[in-house]
């Protein structure tokens, strides 16, 4: 599908932009942030479609490898029950994320 790369990219970039990963506060001023790649100078590095029928659950991982997940759900969250996105805050503090539709 023609633009799904850019568009892709252009998601995570919002993301990005919106961490405030583009930028880094050192000593009261704000400067460039090398320790967050800028997901337009990225790649593509996999894309996968996640279908769980018959299977009951993809097991807790990590994206060894990857700078940046995106996940973009397709189906609305009350047509199934689990999938959520764990982001790991700390050794023992997570959040669970159920994507809305779309989203």
């Given at each position: 599908?023609?633009?799904?790369?850019?568009t892709v990219k252009g998601i995570?970039?919002?993301?990005?932009?919106?961490?405030?990963?583009d930028i880094d506060?050192?000593?009261?001023?704000?400067?460039?942030n090398d320790n967050y790649f800028n997901p337009m100078s990225m790649g593509i590095r996999t894309s996968e479609h996640?279908?769980?029928?018959?299977?009951?659950?993809?097991?807790?991982?990590?994206?060894?490898?990857?700078?940046?997940?995106?996940?973009?759900s397709?189906?609305?969250?009350?047509?199934y029950e689990g999938g959520e996105f764990f982001l790991h805050n700390s050794?023992?503090?997570s959040t669970n994320v159920k994507l809305d539709k779309f989203s």
């Amino acid at each position: 599908v023609p633009g799904v790369a850019e568009t892709v990219k252009g998601i995570a970039t919002l993301a990005w932009r919106a961490a405030s990963w583009d930028i880094d506060v050192e000593n009261g001023e704000h400067i460039p942030n090398d320790n967050y790649f800028n997901p337009m100078s990225m790649g593509i590095r996999t894309s996968e479609h996640l279908s769980y029928n018959g299977w009951r659950s993809l097991e807790a991982h990590k994206d060894v490898g990857s700078i940046y997940t995106i996940m973009i759900s397709i189906k609305d969250p009350e047509d199934y029950e689990g999938g959520e996105f764990f982001l790991h805050n700390s050794m023992f503090e997570s959040t669970n994320v159920k994507l809305d539709k779309f989203s």
